[in-house]
């Protein structure tokens, strides 16, 4: 059972490695094939992924002066888009970002959608598509001969390199932010395993239980800045604890471990999602094995 879940995991980040090379790779050689889109991918501001019958949301973050939140700062944790829906969480930024490099795939053919049969290359009823703010595209099949993925706009059938519909089929957790917690967080109160960590009147750190100062600010810090290796979704298994952050502005964020062996998950299930750490975080989010 282990190795099968140490297998999954080598081949899905294998897949998500080989994809931003062949992207970045495909937008070097192929400069002189038309691209699928004008569109500048700065401009967009909410993207909309239809699988079957999941909708997912995902907003960029715009602050009260209108600027875009984690353009640059932001760039890897996710600080600049958020999912709206099926759940309220941080995105992962690489991969929105790899989402909007859709807006610049090299197109290798076109045609008018009144010159398609759209039955036989499964446009006549996807539930397949992708929206940039107003702009959709719907997702056919592969042409078997040459690996290319149709795609229409509405108004044309293009063929692209079939790079960005994993993403589109995948578990909303593939788009969702490494980080346990939200960048800007203000701790207020962690209830561990066996011990409760908060400021007292004075504003000082303390545990109810005998650590040292030192311990308990390496506790605080790892919290805030603890990312996982992957997110996943819930699978549901027998609770080996839970665990309670509070913020100062009332927001708790509970975790439940579902195992430690052979890394460290802490599910969320309200969420349908899991994150997967190395098994000595549990010793830095805790202070104990």
Do not use: C
Not at 200 to 220: F, H, L, Y
């Amino acid at each position: 059972m282990l190795s099968k879940k140490i297998l999954l995991n080598l081949l899905l980040l294998a897949i998500f490695v080989a994809l931003a090379l062949f992207i970045t790779s495909t937008e070097q050689t192929d400069t002189k094939l038309p691209l699928l889109s004008s569109t500048d991918t700065g401009s967009v501001n909410t993207i909309r992924i239809r699988h079957n019958a999941s909708t997912i949301i995902i907003e960029r973050a715009i602050n009260d002066t209108g600027d875009h939140v984690g353009d640059h700062a932001g760039e890897h944790t996710g600080a600049g888009w958020h999912i709206r829906q099926p759940v309220d969480v941080a995105a992962n930024q690489m991969r929105v970002n790899t989402l909007l490099r859709l807006l610049m795939a090299p197109v290798h053919s076109s045609y008018p959608v009144a010159n398609i049969d759209a039955k036989s290359i499964g446009l006549d009823d996807s539930r397949d598509s992708i929206s940039f703010d107003n702009q959709t595209f719907t997702f056919g099949q592969v042409n078997p001969a040459t690996g290319l993925r149709y795609i229409s706009d509405g108004e044309t059938v293009y063929t692209i390199e079939d790079v960005y519909f994993p993403l589109i089929s995948s578990h909303f957790s593939t788009l969702v932010s490494f980080r346990l917690l939200p960048e800007d967080i203000e701790i207020d109160r962690l209830v561990l395993l066996q011990q409760t960590i908060s400021q007292d009147d004075s504003g000082r750190w303390q545990s109810n239980i005998d650590i040292t100062a030192d311990e308990v600010a390496a506790i605080i810090a790892s919290w805030r800045s603890a990312q996982a290796f992957g997110v996943r979704q819930y699978i549901e298994k027998e609770s080996q604890g839970e665990l309670f952050v509070t913020a100062k502005d009332g927001t708790q964020f509970s975790f439940v471990i579902t195992d430690t062996d052979p890394w460290l998950i802490l599910a969320r299930p309200e969420l349908d999602l899991e994150y997967h750490l190395e098994k000595e975080g549990l010793k830095k989010l805790t202070g104990q094995y």
